[in-house]
């Protein structure tokens, strides 16, 4: 346990954390300064104060979807490699201010107009201080676990927090193309209201479990967002490599972001690459109809000091993952919505024209490069429009199992484990990946199993990290099909996680009661042994370990 009155910050939200413990120095592993740590906790503070009143606005009748997509953003700005701009976080708080005082004045008055006797809030003001010193250290009073003197129920309640800052995100993706959901704001805000009382352990527990549920929610919306405004991804060859031309290369999630950058970049010379967990758009119809959308370049966000180093155009960072950018293009990289980093312009509204202007002052590619493609695009619909064909591989045993190996990736060798893993599995079972865990075994030629002349690929490519969602749909619809239950099913979960929304993906799939998930590469630090305790013994959760020990555990017939 880390000694967080003596320390300078403290946050334990990502899987990176200092000795997986607690980043408590000046600056944490991802770059986040103690200041930023204290303007963060700051503004989770204030925002489950504004939830709260935003809740009981709800109460008496009253609901404000521009404060609630405001909350969203803020809280998004405060995920791992989002937002590192104090003067951003500075505004933050400002606003969060006036939204407070807002909500409650609004809640008052309609109670005294109904002649209803208001709900006592304790510690439900606040007020905001213009200099940033005395935001920061009143920041530092709110260092997450010191809110409860219980360590577990601290720990627990930061599970639930870290698996809403991952909705959060999500449900950002799906509001800004225009699909919101009162139901899931309500609940959303609920339960940031939640966070602000005292509970006990297991209520504690069962908070988490109805986060996973709202997770769950959240991506079927993002799911249902992303479709209806670009078309089913289909399986699509996506070029790996780059093509003459000025450029411009758009890392991150966010959909919408991108389509604008494409409608505002046609007939300009401009091609346009996605980098990262942006790799799924390009198989998106509506997307692809695009023709300067040429490709994808580089591979996950961890390796983008490298290839944004190379990359001859503009940069466009749409959500995490930002790294502190090198000055070899920190002149040529912009950040988007929630994104921020010190001294890098950000673009605000839906203006993309600094960015092009950059793209067409760069060299660009001076040659095309040999032709790589990869395939991807293998969306549940797509996936279980072939569901009688891998049922009856199935049946007569030419598939034996299912692995979904996927999730977040990182630095660390450890995660070599899943590239280990994925070349482990015998060649009778298919793997079916999402996230930015794909770069790990993407590149794998894993070949194809023949079923009846129905040639089935070993590696499906299920999309970005929310796409998870696809992956559980796939795992349900093959349930029926077998007239079983999920965990009944010749199907294993490998999971590597890194950041918040891994941890609503995490908190989605309890809430369906999936279990014999191998989680790595270390467990949450977050996660204490009486929590850690209650996932085993519930839900059979294991870190991981040796590959063949693993496969073993997973109950492969066959090893």
């Keep these: 346990m880390v000694d967080i009155e003596e320390a300078?910050?403290?946050?334990?939200?990502?899987?990176?954390?200092?000795?997986?413990?607690?980043?408590?120095?000046?600056?944490?592993?991802?770059?986040?300064?103690?200041p930023v740590a204290a303007l963060q906790d700051m503004l989770i503070e204030?925002?489950?104060?504004?939830?709260?009143?935003?809740?009981?606005?709800?109460?008496?009748?009253?609901?404000?979807?521009?404060?609630?997509?405001?909350?969203?953003?803020?809280?998004?700005?405060?995920?791992?490699?989002?937002?590192?701009?104090?003067?951003?976080?500075?505004?933050?708080?400002?606003?969060?201010?006036?939204?407070?005082?807002?909500?409650?004045d609004r809640y008052l008055a309609e109670c005294e107009k109904k002649k209803i006797v208001p709900k006592a809030v304790k510690n439900g003001d606040w007020e905001y201080k213009p200099f940033?010193?005395?935001?920061?250290?009143?920041?530092?009073?709110?260092?997450?676990?010191?809110?409860?003197?219980?360590?577990?129920?601290?720990?627990?309640?930061?599970?639930?927090?870290f698996g809403i800052k991952g909705a959060a995100a999500y449900l950002h993706h799906a509001v800004v193309l225009g699909f919101e959901d009162e139901k899931?704001?309500?609940?959303?805000?609920?339960i940031i209201s939640k966070l602000i009382t005292k509970m006990t352990f297991e209520e504690a527990i069962?908070?988490?479990?109805?986060?996973?549920?709202?997770?769950?929610?959240?991506?079927?919306?993002?799911?249902r967002a992303n479709t209806q405004s670009y078309g089913t991804p289909i399986p699509t060859q996506v070029r790996m490599s780059p093509v003459k031309g000025k450029?411009?290369?758009?890392?991150?999630?966010?959909?919408?972001?991108?389509?604008?950058?494409?409608?505002?970049?046609?007939?300009?010379?401009?091609?346009?690459?996605?980098?990262?967990?942006?790799?799924?758009?390009?198989?998106?119809?509506k997307l692809k109809e695009y023709k300067h959308l040429v490709g994808h370049y580089g591979g996950p966000w961890q390796l983008q000091k490298t290839d944004f180093d190379k990359f001859p155009g503009a940069i466009m960072m749409t959500t995490n993952c930002i790294i502190e950018p090198k000055k070899s293009y920190a002149d040529r990289i912009f950040t988007r919505a929630a994104v921020g980093w010190p001294g890098v312009r950000h673009i605000e509204k839906d203006d993309m024209g600094p960015v092009i202007e950059t793209a067409l002052k760069q060299p660009g590619f001076k040659d095309d490069a040999p032709k790589k493609e990869i395939t991807i695009g293998f969306s549940h619909k797509s996936v279980i429009?072939?569901?009688?064909?891998?049922?009856?591989?199935?049946?007569?045993?030419?598939?034996?199992?299912?692995?979904?190996?996927?999730?977040?990736?990182?630095?660390?060798t450890e995660r070599n484990y899943f590239t280990d893993f994925a070349k482990a599995i015998p060649k009778d079972c298919v793997i079916l990946?999402?996230?930015?865990?794909?770069?790990?075994?993407?590149?794998?030629?894993?070949?194809?199993?023949?079923?009846?002349?129905?040639?089935?690929?070993?590696?499906?490519?299920?999309?970005?990290?929310?796409?998870?969602?696809?992956a559980v749909q796939i795992a349900i619809a093959l349930s029926k099909a077998f007239n079983c239950g999920v965990n009944d099913l010749p199907l294993s979960l490998v999971i590597s996680w890194f950041e918040q929304k891994a941890v609503a993906v995490f908190l989605a799939l309890l809430h369906l009661g999936m279990k014999n998930m191998i989680l790595g590469p270390r467990l949450p630090a977050f996660v204490t042994p009486k929590l850690l305790k209650i996932l085993v013994e519930k839900f059979n959760v294991k870190p991981i370990g040796v590959v063949q020990d693993d496969l073993k555990f997973l109950s492969l017939i066959h090893i």
């Design 8 to 34: 300078d910050m403290f946050c334990y939200q990502c899987e990176q954390t200092q000795d997986g413990k607690g980043c408590t120095l000046i600056k944490g592993v991802c770059g986040k300064t103690s």
């Design 46 to 104: 204030v925002l489950k104060k504004i939830s709260t009143y935003a809740s009981l606005c709800r109460s008496v009748g009253i609901a404000d979807k521009a404060l609630d997509r405001w909350i969203l953003e803020a809280i998004f700005s405060t995920l791992t490699n989002v937002n590192f701009d104090e003067k951003r976080f500075d505004e933050y708080l400002r606003l969060a201010a006036f939204h407070l005082k807002t909500a409650r």
């Design 132 to 161: 940033l010193t005395t935001l920061i250290e009143e920041g530092r009073l709110h260092v997450l676990p010191k809110q409860d003197e219980d360590w577990d129920i601290a720990s627990t309640k930061n599970l639930t927090l």
């Design 184 to 190: 899931i704001s309500e609940d959303f805000q609920m």
């Design 206 to 223: 069962g908070l988490a479990l109805k986060t996973g549920d709202l997770c769950y929610r959240v991506m079927e919306l993002l799911d």
């Design 247 to 285: 450029c411009i290369l758009v890392s991150g999630h966010d959909l919408r972001d991108l389509d604008i950058l494409l409608k505002q970049t046609k007939d300009k010379g401009v091609n346009v690459y996605t980098h990262g967990e942006m790799l799924p758009c390009n198989a998106y119809p």
């Design 385 to 412: 429009g072939m569901a009688d064909t891998i049922v009856n591989a199935v049946k007569k045993g030419a598939i034996k199992h299912f692995f979904v190996i996927g999730g977040c990736d990182g630095t660390e």
């Design 433 to 470: 990946t999402c996230g930015c865990g794909k770069f790990r075994i993407n590149y794998l030629d894993l070949g194809i199993i023949d079923f009846e002349g129905a040639k089935i690929p070993r590696l499906l490519d299920a999309g970005q990290c929310n796409d998870a969602f696809g």
